[in-house]
């Protein structure tokens, strides 16, 4: 109103920020996270870091500090923020996202203690996961195909049909965001051979004694074993440890010998053949009323068992001692 004027001057002293810059470790079996600041301090020493981890988690350090560890409960993926500022109170902020990849492990056993040639091997499955294993996959180092397969069993049967060395694959997978993440164990598996059994016998009539020849392969075996079960029901002594027995069955039937054929490693194989005993023919007959002089008839009564009778004869002991007749034979395939 007056036209009076007044003027104040003053020096604004305009600060750069701090750049915030930070990265992580996974660290040891993906479960905790190392998180280090590498800021810069453009203007005035950086003095604070704030960290949000981004799972509700928070956490302030003091220059000169610059490294914290967080663990992550859960497998997953993150943003994480950190906020710097310097000694004049200016304040920087960066966010990243942060992927806690799960804690996995592939591990397994042979739970067998003799691994051998053409025997069904269990493998037992230890891999371990703070997460969900998705996928199991197990190649054998020999010539089959992998197995794969998708829910949790404790033990995968394999059968290696040649000895030998083998390296035996686990991998094992599981997902986070879709993304899979995986681990893998191998072992050296070292197959011992097994000797292949094998032996001949023939179908026999009862009372005569079966004879069984072995046939078995040795696979490279220096010392074998045998020992025989020849499946008799009526007796407990139907064994023998010899290589090429002989056995009296007591009754006619079917059996199923067996022949079980073990090596010095204590593999083992097992032959099965079946044997017939053929029952015996019972010989009976009956006569008509012998006068001297005058024919005698005979009359066959005899019992063919199971199968026909093809073949006989009559012997008359008297003075003479003679055959009556002719031996006579039949086609045993005719009715």
């Known amino acids: 109103m007056f ?16 750049v915030a810059v930070f990265s992580y470790d996974p660290g040891s079996c993906d479960s905790t996270l190392t998180f280090t600041s590498a800021s810069i301090d453009t ?13 509700g988690t928070l956490d302030t350090l003091y220059a000169p500090a610059v490294s914290v560890t967080h663990k992550y409960s859960t497998p997953g993926t993150y943003t994480a923020t950190l906020t710097v500022e310097d000694a004049n109170g200016c304040t920087s902020t960066v966010t990243d996202s942060v992927r806690r990849a799960p804690c996995i492990v592939a591990a397994y056993i042979a ?3 003799l691994l051998c040639q053409n025997y069904s091997l269990n493998f037992s499955d230890l891999s371990t996961c703070d997460g969900t294993i998705s996928q199991w996959v197990w190649t054998w180092g020999d010539t089959s195909q992998p197995v794969s ?3 949790y069993q404790a033990l995968t049967p394999h059968t290696f049909t040649q000895p030998g060395t083998f390296l035996v694959k686990l991998k094992v997978t599981t997902l986070v965001g879709g993304t899979p993440v995986s681990d893998s164990a191998t072992r050296v598996v070292t197959v ?3 000797p292949l059994a094998g032996f001949t016998t023939e179908n026999l009539c009862l009372n005569q004694p079966a004879q069984f020849t072995d046939t078995s392969q040795s696979n490279g075996a220096t010392l074998l074993t045998y020992r025989w079960l020849f499946d008799d029901p009526l007796s407990v002594y139907d064994t023998a440890v010899v290589r090429n027995p002989s056995y009296t069955y007591p009754a006619p ?6 022949l079980v054929l073990t090596n010095q490693a204590g593999c083992r194989d097992t032959a099965t053949t079946a044997i ?4 015996l023919p019972a010989a009976s007959f009956n006569h008509s009323l012998s006068c001297v002089g005058q024919p005698t008839l005979f009359f066959d009564h005899s019992d063919p068992y199971l199968a026909p009778l093809y073949l006989w004869g009559w012997r008359v002991s008297d003075s003479l001692d003679r055959f009556i007749g002719t031996m006579q034979e039949t086609d045993p395939s005719s009715p």
């Open 192 to 194: 011992v051979s097994t």
């Open 253 to 258: 039937g079917t059996y199923n010998p067996q």
């Open 149 to 151: 397969y998708n829910v």
């Open 111 to 113: 739970s067998d203690t």
């Open 3 to 18: 036209g009076c004027q007044a003027t104040d001057y003053q020096s604004v002293q305009v600060h750069a920020l701090p």
């Open 43 to 55: 203007a005035a020493a950086i003095t604070t870091l704030y960290w949000d981890f981004g799972d």
């Open 276 to 279: 017939t005993v053929y029952g």
